[in-house]
């Protein structure tokens, strides 16, 4: 078949794709995008793209544009390519696409603890993937400008090791926090981390020896619990219900408490904080760690974090709110702890990343941080409309997370559902989620799924939504 006689659809849909992409983006990026959602949604396995010039001629592309963004993809293993012959789409088979099971063999035992249950996904892209915000719709034009004016040769201490952190970012973060948490802490009481997991870390390290206590609720955040984990403490979990409270019994004074934030991960609804004052003054623990891993975007706050306190520690994270690659997060820790975990932070992790921390720093002071968050949750709560009308229509879905600001929600199952099975099955049909029960307590019986919805928008998620309703119908009967 000769290229003029090739379909006209593959290219008028691929248009359409790229059409849909924020032009704020890179042509490359747009393109990459464009393709693999055709790619891993709508195209079938084994078709033959339309010649790369047709396809430069459409978008307006750069033959080394193009080649770029199908080079990634051919990495990727979604598409091949025959010199001289074509590029075909190539999506695995439905018994391939599970992720390997790792080899324990020879390991430690808080390495076969960690890894023989369900953690980080290897695959971090795809429907309906938890965790991740909407990094396609991100300002990168204005974070590179923000590079661009950091990195002068009058600059160059930020190619240094830091101490605590970069001292505009540690102000921009109090202010931040003074605007939407509603507390005032002083810049000394922030210590800047590579994300909550590093900061958690650093708490367990400098707070707690091998086999203390550190009381968790249940379902939990996975992340949390592995990093207490692999730090050789012992977890106790207890159940809570919104609107019902903390159900069940741990003994008094351990060493830490771990709570989340305003939004609670997983369930995905607002916490409690009466609840939480209760549990605390009930377990009088050495020190609560409230960790606001799920920036919800109300300006009224549910934490039970006092920056006046000598026992309350807030670990928070920007991944959620920009995109998960920068890696930065904070602690505002009690005055009389800060400078020892900067200095313990020093010795075991060095420090550095300061062009970073000075760009973000940059983007705080602006109000671009506000501006970007209060445009994109409005954008979540749409999206979390979308799933909920899909959702309610699903049998075995006996409650459901109420649409917010968030990038998370949860379904919960009647008992007679297996999510984990469920999980695997759903990931043969290119649906990334989490099974809920993995994250509870063993006397903890509710099942479910979280899901997010950060990697899809408009006619996509919609698309997606529908199918994924369907797929649940017929998995769940």
């Known amino acids: 078949m000769t290229e003029d006689l090739i379909p006209n659809e593959p290219l008028e849909s691929l248009v359409r794709r790229y059409r849909q992409q924020p032009k704020s983006l890179s042509k490359q990026v747009r393109a990459q995008q464009s393709l693999r959602l055709l790619v891993e949604q709508d195209w079938p396995s084994g078709m033959k793209l339309p010649s790369h010039r047709r396809i430069c001629s459409a978008l307006g592309l750069a033959r080394n544009t193009l080649a770029g963004a199908i080079n990634t993809l051919v990495e990727e293993g979604l598409l091949v390519t025959g010199h001289g012959q074509g590029t075909w789409t190539h999506r695995p088979q439905s018994g391939s696409v599970l992720p390997?099971?790792?080899?324990?063999?020879?390991?430690?035992?808080?390495?076969?603890?960690?890894?023989?249950?369900?953690?980080?996904?290897?695959?971090?892209?795809?429907?309906?993937?938890?965790?991740?915000?909407?990094?396609?719709?991100?300002?990168?034009?204005?974070?590179?400008?923000?590079?661009?004016?950091?990195?002068?040769?009058?600059?160059?201490?930020?190619?240094?090791?830091?101490?605590?952190?970069?001292?505009?970012?540690?102000?921009?973060?109090?202010?931040?926090?003074?605007?939407?948490?509603?507390?005032?802490?002083?810049?000394?009481?922030?210590?800047?981390?590579?994300?909550?997991h590093n900061g958690l870390e650093l708490c367990a390290l400098a707070l707690a020896d091998t086999g203390d206590r550190v009381v968790m609720e249940s379902p939990c955040y996975w992340g949390a619990r592995n990093v207490f984990t692999a730090c050789g403490l012992t977890l106790e979990m207890l159940?809570?219900?919104?609107?019902?409270?903390?159900?069940?019994?741990?003994?008094?004074?351990?060493?830490?408490?771990?709570?989340?934030?305003?939004?609670?991960?997983?369930?995905?609804?607002?916490?409690?904080?009466?609840?939480?004052?209760?549990?605390?003054?009930?377990?009088?623990?050495?020190?609560?760690?409230?960790?606001?891993?799920?920036?919800?975007?109300?300006?009224?706050?549910?934490?039970?974090?006092?920056?006046?306190?000598?026992?309350?520690?807030?670990?928070?994270?920007?991944?959620?709110?920009?995109?998960?690659?920068?890696?930065?997060?904070?602690?505002?820790?009690?005055?009389?702890?800060?400078?020892?975990?900067?200095?313990?932070?020093?010795?075991?992790?060095?420090?550095?990343?300061?062009?970073?921390?000075?760009?973000?720093?940059?983007?705080?002071?602006?109000?671009?941080?506000?501006?970007?968050?209060?445009?994109?949750?409005?954008?979540?709560?749409a999206r979390q409309q979308v799933m909920h009308d899909q959702l309610r229509q699903v049998p075995a879905i006996t409650q459901l997370s109420a649409p917010s600001h968030a990038i998370s929600l949860c379904a919960q199952f009647s008992d007679s559902v297996d999510d984990l099975l469920v999980t695997r099955q759903l990931f043969r049909e290119h649906f990334i989620v989490k099974p809920l029960s993995a994250v509870c307590a063993p006397e903890d019986r509710r099942r479910g799924l979280i899901m997010g919805v950060g990697m899809l928008n408009r006619e996509s998620l919609r698309k997606e939504a529908i199918r994924f309703r369907e797929a649940l119908k017929r998995l769940t009967l």
């Open 100 to 196: 390997a099971q790792p080899a324990l063999d020879g390991l430690s035992d808080r390495a076969r603890e960690l890894l023989s249950q369900p953690g980080a996904a290897e695959v971090q892209s795809g429907a309906f993937v938890p965790g991740i915000p909407d990094i396609a719709q991100f300002p990168m034009r204005k974070w590179r400008q923000l590079y661009a004016s950091v990195t002068v040769p009058q600059n160059a201490l930020l190619l240094s090791y830091s101490t605590g952190g970069y001292g505009p970012l540690k102000r921009a973060i109090r202010d931040f926090l003074r605007r939407w948490r509603h507390f005032d802490c002083d810049p000394e009481q922030i210590i800047i981390t590579e994300g909550t």
């Open 239 to 381: 159940p809570w219900y919104p609107g019902v409270g903390y159900r069940g019994e741990v003994q008094p004074s351990p060493k830490l408490l771990y709570l989340t934030g305003s939004q609670h991960y997983p369930l995905s609804v607002p916490t409690s904080r009466s609840d939480k004052e209760a549990l605390s003054q009930r377990l009088s623990p050495d020190y609560i760690i409230e960790d606001d891993y799920e920036f919800n975007g109300q300006r009224d706050t549910r934490l039970v974090f006092d920056p006046r306190s000598q026992k309350h520690i807030l670990a928070g994270s920007f991944s959620k709110l920009l995109f998960p690659g920068l890696r930065l997060g904070y602690l505002v820790v009690p005055h009389h702890l800060a400078p020892t975990i900067s200095r313990l932070r020093s010795e075991v992790f060095r420090e550095g990343r300061m062009l970073d921390q000075a760009v973000l720093a940059t983007f705080i002071a602006n109000g671009d941080l506000d501006l970007w968050y209060q445009r994109i949750q409005k954008e979540y709560l």
